[in-house]
Structure formats: structure tokens, C-alpha cells
């Protein structure tokens, strides 16, 4: 079992399985993108959120990175480290053995797929010699009597074959210039006649930016509405806000995020306006200039597969930045201001029309009159 808490993993380690009840600790982060592809393609989410709504995008580069580590590291243990006490232990020859496999699957295929799968899809590609060895991996699992099961020596030649099969120093992978790595593989393949392909996941972008600009235009609708007499009412309890004021603030915190967010990676941040100032006209167009900031984030976020880039700029932390959660949290914070807007209206005896109310919810027909 693994644990994933946002961007890191917690591993459910042997000594945990006698304990049905208890606290498991923390074993670290790992930031192996073939751990996440791997749970991609075959893990079952038990409870929480699915990891392709927090874990970063997997691309070409990343993966092969990834590889050259892991290469790097047997390398270092069975031929370079003499001295390393995994090269006499046979659990570990079997598990180099198997890994090297699993390397030239994902090189060859751009999926991950578990060791003893990759090496069943390497028989049929390794040299004869080769294949005994791997063979002799899949068959003998760890533990008493395998201590000869797969040779030191031996299991290192297959990752040079591997090498040399491929026609590239696996030590010293370039990334290549490929599509990112596909975490959808299963869907886009058909294993067997009559198995259930699922079509490809839908691109969202044009939802959510269209979902984006429906509520803008909510917003901005119920500022054009408001009555001149409101403008200026103060709110019950907090003397200096008014109306006005709690209408700038939705203009002023977009231009907040999209400094906060955007200004590293390119995104102009509109300027704010004057709270105590500021009329229905000139706000209205504000509005308008920041609904473009925001979408500007939304594309930055969807482009980069899903996630809007960390910034120095972003201190708070307490926003997950995939795209799903930037939008909802700005959707949110403006529904809450335009309902106060609502509410004060009603306890200062000043109702607003029940067309203007009404309107905040008629997304749908709104929309059509774009």
C-alpha cells in the first residue's frame, strides 16, 4: 500500500502489516515520477483524492531523468561500489535484473508497468542468454535457496544489452523530443477482442475557462444592477465597508492572484482600483481586465498539465494550485461576496429586484446572451 499526502508518499513498510490499528510515520518524499506512473496504470484509490488532481505532470524529460537514476544507481551498487554489500545479496541481483527490464519497457513502450510484467514482455526481445537469466528472476523469488539465482556478472549484461539493443549508453540518456508520458496508457489500448476500451480522457481547458467566464459574468452583472442609492450603504457592524467596497475587492483580489501567481511566469497584473472611489462604470471594466488575469492563470495551469507553476511569489500555501482547486477557490470567494452584497442589501431595507437575485443563478441563460 502507498500513501500519497499532495507530493509526498508514505510507504506502508513490512513491519506495518502486523498492526491493524496505529499510526504509520513518515518515511520521507519521494519525488520518483515512475512510483507515480506506476500507481497511475495500475493503483486503486481506496480513500482520497484521485493523484491526477495533485501529482505533476509526468513529462518525456522527467521520465527519462528518472531512468538514468535508476541506472545510476544499480550501476553504482553491482560494478562500480565493490564494496557494496547489495552486490552479494540475491534478493537484490534479482530485483537489478528485473528493474533493467522494466527500464527498457518503459524506453521502448513510454508506460511503466510492474517488474514481473516488463520482464515477461523482455523474453521475447533479449538475446537467449539473457533470457535464461531473466527467466531465473521471475521464477525464483527471494528468500532461502536463491542465492544463485541470478549471477552478479550476468545480471549487469543485461542491462548492457539492453544497451546496446537500443542503440544508446542508458547512463547517458538524452530526453527526447516526445510527447509527455502518456499515465492513460490503458485506455488507449485494447489487449484482447471484446475487452472495454474507455475513450480518452476529454480536454478540459474549454470547460473551465468557459466555467470561468460564466461566472464573471455573474458578477459583473450584479454590479451593473445594483441600485445608485446602495452604492455607498455601510455594512451592518463594520462601519468603514461599504457596498462599493466589497464590490472593489472582488477586482482587487483577482488582480492579487494574478500578481501572486502569473507575474513569474509572464501575466500581466491588472491595477487595482480605488475602493472608496471607484464608480459602477469604471469598476464593471476593471472587472472585465481581471477576468482576462484569471484566465491567463487557467491556461498557464492547463498547459502545464494541470498545475499552475509554483511561485516565490506564493507564500500562503494553503491553495492547492492544479487547476480544478485555482478555480473553484476563485469561483467560491466570489459567490460569498456577491451573497453579502445580497444579504446587506436585504437587512439595510434596500431588496434588490428579484430579476437582479435571480440572474445569479440563471448561468445557463446568461451564457446564451454572451
Known amino acids: 500500500m502507498t ?50 488532481t495533485f501529482v505533476p505532470p509526468i513529462t518525456a524529460a522527467l521520465m527519462h531523468a528518472a531512468l538514468e537514476r535508476e541506472i ?41 508497468a510492474p517488474k514481473r510484467t516488463a520482464a515477461v514482455w523482455a523474453l521475447r526481445r533479449l538475446p537467449s542468454v539473457h533470457r535464461a537469466i531473466v527467466s ?58 471484446g475487452d472495454l476500451v474507455l475513450p480518452p480522457p476529454p480536454d478540459l481547458r474549454a ?50 492572484w494574478v500578481k501572486t501567481l502569473g507575474r513569474e511566469h509572464g501575466i500581466p497584473a491588472p491595477l487595482r482600483v480605488d475602493h472608496r472611489r471607484v464608480t459602477r462604470r469604471q469598476l464593471v471594466a476593471a472587472l472585465k481586465r481581471s477576468s482576462h488575469g484569471i484566465e491567463a492563470l487557467l491556461k498557464l495551469g492547463a498547459a502545464a498539465g494541470g498545475q ?12 492547492s494550485l492544479d487547476v480544478g482547486h485555482v478555480l473553484t477557490y476563485f469561483v467560491a470567494h466570489e459567490a460569498h461576496h456577491r451573497g453579502q452584497i445580497v444579504m446587506v442589501a436585504r437587512q439595510t431595507g434596500q431588496r434588490l429586484p428579484r430579476a437582479t437575485t435571480d440572474g445569479l443563478w440563471q448561468w445557463k441563460t446568461d451564457a446564451a446572451h454572451e
Open 207 to 256: 470547460t473551465l475557462l468557459a466555467a470561468w467566464r460564466t461566472n464573471n459574468r455573474v458578477t459583473v452583472s450584479l454590479v451593473e444592477h445594483l441600485p445608485s442609492a446602495l452604492w455607498d450603504i455601510v455594512v451592518p457592524g463594520a462601519p468603514r465597508r461599504t457596498i462599493r467596497a466589497i464590490a472593489a475587492h472582488l477586482h482587487n483580489a483577482r488582480c492579487m
Open 308 to 319: 499552475v507553476p509554483p511561485s516565490r511569489g506564493y507564500v500562503w500555501r494553503n491553495l
Open 72 to 112: 545510476g544507481y544499480l550501476r553504482t551498487e553491482l560494478v562500480t561500489n565493490r564494496a557494496s554489500v547489495w552486490r552479494g545479496r540475491p534478493a537484490y541481483r534479482r530485483y537489478a535484473a528485473l528493474t533493467a527490464c522494466r527500464i527498457l519497457y518503459t524506453l521502448e513502450t513510454g508506460r511503466v
Open 3 to 52: 500513501i500519497l499526502i499532495q507530493r509526498e508518499l508514505l510507504r506502508f513498510n513490512g513491519d506495518g502489516w502486523l498492526y491493524q490499528f496505529g499510526r504509520l510515520s513518515r518515511t520521507g518524499s519521494d519525488g520518483n515520477p515512475i512510483i507515480w506512473a506506476n500507481i497511475f496504470e495500475s493503483g486503486q484509490v481506496v480513500f482520497g483524492a484521485d493523484p491526477h
Open 136 to 193: 531465473r528472476a521471475i521464477a525464483r523469488p527471494p528468500g532461502p535457496g536463491s542465492s544463485r539465482s541470478v549471477p552478479c556478472a550476468v545480471c549487469w549484461s543485461t542491462f548492457n544489452a539492453a544497451s546496446r539493443r537500443r542503440g544508446r549508453d542508458l547512463a547517458c540518456l538524452r530526453p527526447p523530443q516526445a510527447a509527455p508520458y502518456a499515465r492513460s496508457a490503458r485506455r488507449q489500448r485494447a489487449s484482447r477482442p
